[in-house]
């Protein structure tokens, strides 16, 4: 059935006051999973047993605070439907008035099942004889649930457990004690929701917002808020208030900088007469198999609601490809003794770094499925570009491998490799790239593969003798970056095995990579603990400990076909694109503005770094297969966005900046005051990986397209 038909069925009968449960979100996210009920008592929603459990406030449906003290919006007044309207396309209107001496607020709701969701649009309008000062106001609807699990788009998963044990308070935290409370601004939001998921009742519940700045807000820039508070034991709020602030038990604070909270002044509202505010937004109720799935829907939902396809006016794929070409040969540097890219600028000391931060390794495998087009765009011969492939990979190989896996860093000034320097990400990363750069390189007569596939094979031994140990016991999703170059390795040693030997020294590589990737499944899959440790400058949540299972997962389903490995793929999918913003954030005067920066493509970096990267760019190629994958049209076409749209804030030398200031965050600069840190943007730390994640997304989406005949 298609989604136009859909809609006109909606359309039909909602015009009952109940609306029917139906299937299954992964059936169709445009049929709600709900029963909605809108009364003089107030707006409840019932899942498929009839109970209700999502519902406006018992004191009354709407409520309004007039007064500010201790940093929090004090004097709440509720007020309950006086009366109710239903219209002929099955909308429900609720209207009531709250009484003030000398004057009163009129209030109206409208509620319609649109699409799967139930949309609100409320209203209200100040009738006095003078201005009202310090309003807060609010959309509040109670969840029921003994101790649910939290989720804020790129701010809170469950609670955020590893973040808190390892940063001390430096990101949100949440543990469904009575009295505490997580709001942020709206525009902190990538996907602008709320949502709770019951584990023992089976069911989760969202609070979707149209993000939007306050009017006569006592804070310059002063926008609504989004997040969750817990009001007694098993009760909980999903609520929008215009302006109040604060987290970890702190009120009128906000995540202002990576150490922790910063002072936010008092944000609330001066209603003069006459004054008219709107503020929509969507609910949804749905039963949930799987523990910590919940938010699988939340995401697709966020990313369909608001539909941030267009690259119109981003610049194109292969203009951002031959940028980031030209860029990457700025970095080449090479002795007598070495050749590869280095991390740095120019004026900083030289370093060849596998990984993470450096993707020395990453070029080497980009530039060979890239290297006709790429010599199209610059006029390069394609020998030179793959003698780059050659040479620095070929210099790479030499890295010492232990049983302790292999440094990471070389040293041109020195002329060694920093033996004490080594970690997971950065290893599991650098394995990869030289696994796809075999792969690529077997099929080009004029690039030797031996040195790398020797290294390939000692740096993949130390990894499945890790893995396979009786005692291996990582500490965070980081060694999740192992996945997928153990089972791309033996697809590759399997093929090429000559005897018995061969054949079962690739067994073991596969044998490590289901174990791997079945021990993080079970480990992170039901959200108890959430991705995480996955890049490192911050141990929490993150969306690269998220990226680490998903393109391990992926890798494993395309090797080995299991259904299971797609499952977990799209879970872990679903987490990394929670951090992709969906909508574009309006920004004040400064440097994003300067260029009318456009936010939707790109993703915010942890829950503790809150700025956005171009990192969305590297799993964007992984999205589009995932999509192929499952017949998620939306993955499909967002992917695209994320490559192009990151490509905004290139300069004429091909660079780009890391740190793009959305909210009330800064890493960089004088961060002295909260008001003056949303809408900068430092481009002071030109790190290489800002370059390589192109080009290596880029040469992933040259694979997957040979696969279904697109070309991007």
């Given at each position: 059935?298609?989604?136009?038909?859909?809609?006109?069925?909606?359309?039909?009968?909602?015009?009952?006051?109940?609306?029917?449960?139906?299937?299954?979100?992964?059936?169709?996210?445009?049929?709600?999973?709900?029963?909605?009920?809108?009364?003089?008592?107030?707006?409840?929603?019932?899942?498929?047993?009839?109970?209700?459990?999502?519902?406006?406030?018992?004191?009354?449906?709407?409520?309004?605070?007039?007064?500010?003290?201790?940093?929090?919006?004090?004097?709440?007044?509720?007020?309950?439907?006086?009366?109710?309207?239903?219209?002929?396309?099955?909308?429900?209107?609720?209207?009531?008035?709250?009484?003030?001496?000398?004057?009163?607020?009129?209030?109206?709701?409208?509620?319609?099942?649109?699409?799967?969701?139930?949309?609100?649009?409320?209203?209200?309008?100040?009738?006095?004889?003078?201005?009202?000062?310090?309003?807060?106001?609010?959309?509040?609807?109670?969840?029921?649930?003994?101790?649910?699990?939290?989720?804020?788009?790129?701010?809170?998963?469950?609670?955020?457990?590893?973040?808190?044990?390892?940063?001390?308070?430096?990101?949100?935290?949440?543990?469904?004690?009575?009295?505490?409370?997580?709001?942020?601004?709206?525009?902190?939001?990538?996907?602008?929701?709320?949502?709770?998921?019951?584990?023992?009742?089976?069911?989760?519940?969202?609070?979707?917002?149209?993000?939007?700045?306050?009017?006569?807000?006592?804070?310059?820039?002063?926008?609504?808020?989004?997040?969750?508070?817990?009001?007694?034991?098993?009760?909980?709020?999903?609520?929008?208030?215009?302006?109040?602030?604060?987290?970890?038990?702190?009120?009128?604070?906000?995540?202002?900088?990576?150490?922790?909270?910063?002072?936010?002044?008092?944000?609330?509202?001066?209603?003069?007469?006459?004054?008219?505010?709107?503020?929509?937004?969507?609910?949804?109720?749905?039963?949930?198999?799987?523990?910590?799935?919940?938010?699988?829907?939340?995401?697709?939902?966020?990313?369909?609601?608001?539909?941030?396809?267009?690259?119109?006016?981003?610049?194109?794929?292969?203009?951002?490809?031959?940028?980031?070409?030209?860029?990457?040969?700025?970095?080449?540097?090479?002795?007598?003794?070495?050749?590869?890219?280095?991390?740095?600028?120019?004026?900083?000391?030289?370093?060849?770094?596998?990984?993470?931060?450096?993707?020395?390794?990453?070029?080497?495998?980009?530039?060979?499925?890239?290297?006709?087009?790429?010599?199209?765009?610059?006029?390069?011969?394609?020998?030179?570009?793959?003698?780059?492939?050659?040479?620095?990979?070929?210099?790479?190989?030499?890295?010492?491998?232990?049983?302790?896996?292999?440094?990471?860093?070389?040293?041109?000034?020195?002329?060694?490799?920093?033996?004490?320097?080594?970690?997971?990400?950065?290893?599991?990363?650098?394995?990869?790239?030289?696994?796809?750069?075999?792969?690529?390189?077997?099929?080009?007569?004029?690039?030797?593969?031996?040195?790398?596939?020797?290294?390939?094979?000692?740096?993949?031994?130390?990894?499945?003798?890790?893995?396979?140990?009786?005692?291996?016991?990582?500490?965070?999703?980081?060694?999740?970056?192992?996945?997928?170059?153990?089972?791309?390795?033996?697809?590759?040693?399997?093929?090429?095995?000559?005897?018995?030997?061969?054949?079962?020294?690739?067994?073991?590589?596969?044998?490590?990579?289901?174990?791997?990737?079945?021990?993080?499944?079970?480990?992170?899959?039901?959200?108890?603990?959430?991705?995480?440790?996955?890049?490192?400058?911050?141990?929490?949540?993150?969306?690269?400990?998220?990226?680490?299972?998903?393109?391990?997962?992926?890798?494993?389903?395309?090797?080995?076909?299991?259904?299971?490995?797609?499952?977990?793929?799209?879970?872990?999918?679903?987490?990394?694109?929670?951090?992709?913003?969906?909508?574009?954030?309006?920004?004040?005067?400064?440097?994003?503005?300067?260029?009318?920066?456009?936010?939707?493509?790109w993703t915010v970096v942890s829950?503790?770094?809150?700025?956005?990267?171009?990192?969305?760019?590297?799993?964007?190629p992984e999205i589009k297969r995932?999509?192929?994958?499952?017949?998620?049209?939306?993955?499909?076409e967002i992917s695209q966005v994320?490559?192009?749209?990151?490509?905004?804030?290139?300069?004429?030398?091909?660079?780009?900046?890391?740190?793009?200031?959305?909210?009330?965050?800064?890493?960089?600069?004088?961060?002295?005051?909260?008001?003056?840190?949303?809408?900068?943007?430092?481009?002071?730390?030109?790190?290489?990986?800002?370059?390589?994640?192109?080009?290596?997304?880029?040469?992933?989406?040259?694979?997957?397209?040979?696969?279904?005949?697109?070309?991007?």
């Amino acid at each position: 059935m298609n989604r136009n038909l859909r809609c006109l069925l909606s359309l039909l009968f909602s015009t009952l006051l109940f609306i029917p449960l139906s299937g299954a979100w992964g059936e169709s996210l445009w049929e709600s999973q709900f029963s909605w009920q809108a009364d003089r008592q107030g707006v409840v929603l019932k899942d498929g047993g009839g109970t209700v459990r999502l519902a406006s406030p018992e004191e009354g449906l709407w409520a309004i605070a007039l007064g500010f003290e201790q940093k929090a919006p004090t004097d709440w007044r509720f007020a309950r439907p006086e009366s109710v309207e239903r219209l002929p396309n099955g909308s429900v209107v609720l209207s009531g008035t709250l009484a003030l001496d000398g004057g009163k607020i009129l209030l109206r709701d409208i509620y319609t099942e649109e699409n799967g969701l139930l949309r609100g649009v409320r209203r209200f309008e100040y009738q006095g004889d003078k201005p009202l000062e310090h309003v807060t106001l609010s959309v509040r609807f109670v969840y029921h649930a003994a101790d649910p699990q939290t989720f804020l788009p790129g701010i809170l998963y469950n609670g955020n457990p590893s973040g808190e044990k390892m940063t001390k308070g430096r990101v949100p935290a949440y543990h469904n004690r009575p009295g505490e409370f997580a709001f942020f601004e709206d525009h902190r939001f990538p996907i602008p929701a709320a949502s709770f998921e019951d584990p023992a009742e089976h069911n989760a519940a969202a609070l979707y917002t149209l993000p939007s700045p306050a009017r006569r807000g006592s804070v310059a820039d002063q926008w609504w808020s989004l997040g969750l508070q817990t009001t007694g034991e098993g009760t909980h709020e999903l609520d929008i208030f215009s302006g109040y602030v604060g987290f970890n038990d702190l009120k009128s604070v906000v995540k202002g900088i990576q150490r922790g909270p910063m002072d936010y002044p008092e944000a609330t509202l001066r209603l003069v007469p006459g004054e008219v505010i709107e503020k929509t937004f969507w609910l949804d109720l749905w039963p949930v198999e799987e523990r910590g799935t919940g938010l699988e829907k939340v995401v697709r939902r966020g990313i369909e609601l608001f539909e941030p396809y267009s690259s119109d006016g981003f610049p194109s794929f292969d203009s951002i490809l031959l940028s980031k070409f030209r860029f990457a040969v700025t970095r080449w540097i090479e002795g007598d003794t070495y050749a590869g890219f280095n991390m740095y600028p120019a004026f900083m000391d030289p370093k060849i770094v596998f990984g993470w931060c450096g993707q020395a390794d990453s070029c080497g495998f980009s530039f060979l499925p890239l290297a006709d087009r790429l010599s199209r765009l610059s006029g390069i011969p394609t020998a030179a570009i793959y003698d780059y492939a050659q040479r620095s990979l070929d210099h790479l190989s030499t890295a010492p491998v232990d049983q302790n896996g292999f440094p990471v860093i070389y040293d041109p000034a020195g002329d060694r490799w920093e033996t004490d320097s080594r970690d997971p990400v950065s290893m599991g990363q650098g394995m990869y790239n030289f696994a796809k750069a075999v792969a690529a390189g077997r099929k080009i007569p004029e690039i030797d593969t031996s040195k790398w596939e020797d290294f390939l094979k000692k740096s993949v031994t130390f990894a499945a003798n890790r893995v396979l140990a009786d005692d291996w016991s990582p500490v965070s999703t980081a060694e999740g970056f192992f996945i997928a170059p153990l089972i791309l390795a033996y697809q590759l040693f399997d093929a090429s095995a000559e005897n018995d030997q061969q054949r079962a020294e690739a067994d073991r590589f596969r044998a490590a990579a289901i174990k791997a990737a079945d021990y993080y499944a079970a480990r992170h899959k039901s959200m108890d603990e959430p991705y995480w440790g996955g890049t490192l400058d911050a141990s929490c949540e993150d969306k690269e400990g998220a990226w680490a299972a998903f393109q391990g997962f992926l890798t494993m389903y395309e090797v080995t076909g299991q259904q299971k490995y797609l499952d977990d793929a799209l879970h872990a999918g679903a987490v990394c694109l929670s951090y992709l913003v969906v909508w574009d954030i309006p920004l004040p005067p400064g440097r994003l503005s300067d260029h009318a920066f456009k936010s939707r493509g790109w993703t915010v970096v942890s829950v503790q770094n809150q700025h956005l990267d171009v990192y969305g760019v590297l799993f964007a190629p992984e999205i589009k297969r995932l999509g192929e994958l499952t017949g998620i049209d939306s993955f499909k076409e967002i992917s695209q966005v994320m490559f192009r749209s990151c490509g905004q804030l290139i300069d004429e030398f091909g660079s780009q900046g890391e740190q793009i200031q959305q909210t009330n965050f800064a890493q960089a600069g004088d961060m002295s005051d909260v008001l003056k840190l949303r809408g900068g943007y430092n481009e002071s730390w030109t790190v290489f990986w800002i370059t390589a994640h192109f080009l290596n997304a880029a040469a992933r989406f040259a694979e997957y397209d040979a696969m279904d005949g697109t070309n991007p």
